[in-house]
């Protein structure tokens, strides 16, 4: 793998870095007290051509291959991880799994509106008592003549409330077990389909989540995403991709993080010196920049083996681990060097703190990332 960025990477690192510095560093501090969702900023990114991140031109997409992917989201994250949160759950988890189990007519209908931003995907897997055990699925699906009857609720769905569409994951027969699973795709207006903003959150606050409630919601046979019995795997193949841009994103933490902290290191003076000529300040900024540097060669190691189509369940889970803790490690840190000061909203850290967390738990807390890479090496194939 070579390890330096190419020509076209680099223009993507630059025109999002940029855009960041321009478009979500100055409003994120104002949207996450307001915990208003920044809908312009989604249209913004699809007008640079960037919404469509991997999926292919053909669909609206932008084409980009994984490491490309992986450096926009990074820069994203860097400024806020509810834009980021948004834009991993619109592209990587309902847009590429569309385009890996769509029809082609699914395909032909959807992607472009998910890429211009017309369209607002969510994922609808998770629910009350189906967490980590994503097998466990109380929603049920039932085909009677030419529709599917949907029933169930869905919780802590990311962008489920601002939503045209979503993927919604119900058993159809619950002697199969993961093999009655399938997905489906709802459209908001659909009768018997509602959503729940949910509020309160410890972070996240800009990025809206919601619960999804199907009462008797009929939908077309075509709705299906695949076939009865390939939910829990299009499930699983989408959180590959979800994980992969959720590590990203948490580079992005990072290097808030070292940049907020290095800023006010040179600024902070104590002992009438600046603070970062103390040791044990600088020992936190070096711990932060070697987590980055391993999170980032973990992230492009996981983007390289998705360029070649390999699949890369463990890879993606190691560095959704390693990158998810090291963003809480580095936002914990960046708050002790700014002291009291990085305890109050009036600088980043703390909003970096709370988002950071979040990493850690959803698409698969930290535990499940370990059971994963676990299970993988030791052969072990069946948690039940
Ligand atoms: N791709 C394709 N297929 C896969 C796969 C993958 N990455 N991983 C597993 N599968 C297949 C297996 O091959 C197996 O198929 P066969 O039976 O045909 O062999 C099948 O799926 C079952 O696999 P497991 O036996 O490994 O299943 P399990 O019940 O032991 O569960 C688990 C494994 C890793 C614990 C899984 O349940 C898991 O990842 N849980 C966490 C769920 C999760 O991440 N939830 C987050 C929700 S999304 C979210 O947060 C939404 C949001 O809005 C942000």
Request: hydrophobic share 40%; charged share 25%; glycine share 10%.
């Amino acid at each position: 793998m070579d390890l330096n960025l190419t020509d076209e990477q680099q223009m993507i690192k630059e025109t999002m870095k940029r855009f960041t510095d321009e478009e979500i560093v100055p409003v994120a501090r104002e949207n996450d007290i307001n915990e208003s969702f920044p809908r312009d900023i989604l249209n913004k990114i699809a007008s640079l051509g960037f919404l469509g991140g991997p999926i292919e031109e053909k669909y609206g997409g932008a084409g980009m291959e994984y490491i490309s992917y992986g450096i926009m989201i990074e820069e994203i994250g860097r400024g806020c991880s509810s834009v980021r949160t948004t834009l991993s759950v619109q592209i990587s988890l309902v847009g590429l799994t569309i385009q890996r189990w769509g029809s082609e007519e699914q395909k032909e209908k959807y992607l472009p509106m998910l890429c211009s931003g017309d369209m607002i995907g969510c994922f609808g897997l998770t629910e009350p008592g189906a967490g980590s055990d994503a097998v466990n699925q109380s929603t049920t699906a039932l085909l009677k003549k030419d529709e599917w009857v949907i029933n169930g609720t869905k919780t802590w769905i990311s962008n489920g409330g601002v939503a045209d569409l979503a993927i919604v994951f119900a058993q159809t027969d619950k002697k199969k077990g993961h093999k009655g699973l399938a997905a489906f795709l709802i459209e908001r207006g659909t009768h018997g389909f509602s959503t729940i903003d949910i509020r309160g959150k410890l972070g996240l606050r800009s990025s809206n989540t919601a619960q999804l409630i199907m009462e008797n919601c009929w939908i077309p046979k075509a709705n299906i995403l695949g076939e009865v019995g390939d939910g829990f795997k299009i499930a699983m193949s989408a959180l590959d991709n979800g994980r992969y841009s959720v590590a990203a994103g948490c580079v992005g933490i990072v290097q808030g993080c070292i940049d907020a902290s290095i800023r006010y290191a040179k600024e902070r003076k104590q002992f009438d010196r600046p603070i970062a000529s103390f040791q044990l300040v600088q020992d936190m900024i070096a711990r932060m920049i070697v987590d980055r540097e391993a999170a980032i060669l973990l992230v492009y190691n996981a983007g390289h083996l998705k360029n070649k189509g390999i699949m890369a369940t463990k890879e993606i889970s190691i560095a959704k681990y390693f990158a998810s803790e090291a963003s809480m490690r580095a936002a914990t840190d960046a708050i002790q060097i700014h002291g009291g000061y990085g305890y109050s909203n009036e600088y980043p850290v703390e909003r970096y703190f709370r988002d950071a967390k979040v990493s850690t738990i959803y698409e698969g807390t930290s535990q499940i990332q370990k059971l994963i890479i676990g299970r993988d090496a030791l052969g072990i194939q069946a948690i039940r």
